[in-house]
């Protein structure tokens, strides 16, 4: 029933991202072992669609 404070014990207060190694940027998910910006981890592409803008 107690949906406040009590409710965040368990959540962990540690790092979700990290530097990555091939863009450089705090975008590598260390759980996942991917890299949020560039996608490193999940293919040897550069992550990018039509409608970012221009890297």
């Not at 991202?17 to 996942?32: A, D, E, P």
């Not at 999940?42 to 990018?48: A, D, L, N």
């Amino acid at each position: 029933m107690v949906k406040g404070t009590t409710s965040f014990g368990k959540h962990s207060k540690g790092k979700t991202h990290i530097r990555c190694r091939r863009c450089g940027r705090q975008s590598y998910h260390i759980t996942k072992k991917r890299c949020a910006y560039c996608g490193f981890g999940e293919s040897s592409k550069i992550r990018k669609y039509s409608w970012m803008p221009y890297r």
